[in-house]
């Protein structure tokens, strides 16, 4: 049996799935300066690697793709146990 195989019957059971972009130090100043429609700079672009995760564990890998005009994820790789 295949591991898909045995845990098929948990297949309806909704999860959130985070995909952790980047992180910014910012001061509160810089914070309470912002309005609708600023824009917050970030270091990462296509084509860079970003951590899957599930409730806040790395479970794994992918990376940034521009679709048309929507950004997305391609998985490249899933954390196995150790």
Partial sequence: MTPAEEI???AD???????????KNMRIEEILDLDAGHVIKMVRSAGENVDILIDRSVVGFGEIVIIEDAMGIRVTDFKGDD
């Fill in 8 to 10: 098929a019957h948990l």
């Fill in 13 to 23: 059971v909704p999860i959130d799935l985070e995909v952790e972009l980047d992180r």
